[in-house]
């Protein structure tokens, strides 16, 4: 099995990263050489990968194909490559509508989307694909886990999810910043915030039968600290969340 990448950037990075070592039988990993830098940082580091001489070369010698150029540049890039009839080709590239795609591949392939975030290179992350396909799905288990979306709504829907990564850190900083304004050094601060909330996400992942809500509760003593929090965040802070995803969807649908 070969995998080829178009487009050798932050995510080619992390995507190549986590496939070597994942057990998945991939005897080459073809990258273009742009970027120049991580290309040979990738050859360096992995004997399986090798530098193609352009675009064509690795869309040639790809079993399974991964666009991963940003969105600005994707038509031109895509229109001027020879892909095979059936070819297996998975586009990472971000707003890119599966119909735009197709038209610029203009071939019969076998297209998925999928929104790989960068924690595949230490293979924990979660990867959305769209339409469901077991041979990709199976790829993005070895790099974490995969949720398979059935419709094109459901994969918009994970899109506008995905896009709370900013908020997470975003509050962990405004909470750091709290306790530091209250005279604690903002690195101790941190040392305890970010394990306790790897601990919550921990618990969250855990596929038990207990819902979120009933999580919330079992962390919250009535009449407690936890919940006094919850109740005054959910005022306005539920509110605000929900206004922010969905003009997030709003975009993604544009
Ligand atoms: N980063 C993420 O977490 C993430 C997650 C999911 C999806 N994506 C999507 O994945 C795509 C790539 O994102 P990225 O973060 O990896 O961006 P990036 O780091 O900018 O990588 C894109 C790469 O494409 C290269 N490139 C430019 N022109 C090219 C051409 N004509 N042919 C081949 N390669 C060319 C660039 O090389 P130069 O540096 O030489 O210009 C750059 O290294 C985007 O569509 C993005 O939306 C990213």
Redesign the pocket.
Known sequence: MRFGF?????????MVTGIVGSGLEVAEIVV???????AARLASRFPAVQIAM??QEVVDAADILF?????Q??E??IR?LAFRKSQKIV??????DRSKLLTWIGEDVQLTQ?????FVADRQGVTAIFPPNAEIAAIFFALGSAVECETKDEYDLLAVA?ALMGTYFGLLDRATGWLAEKGMAKAKARAYLAPLFASLAQRAAKADQTTLDALRREFSTPGGLNEQVFDDFDRGGSRALTDALERVLARVKE
């Open positions: 178009v487009g050798t950037g932050s995510i080619t990075e992390a273009s050489p742009r970027n120049p830098e991580i352009d675009n666009l991963a150029v940003r969105p540049i994707a031109e890039v001027s586009s990472v590239i971000a707003a890119t999928a929104i790989p975030l960068p995905s």
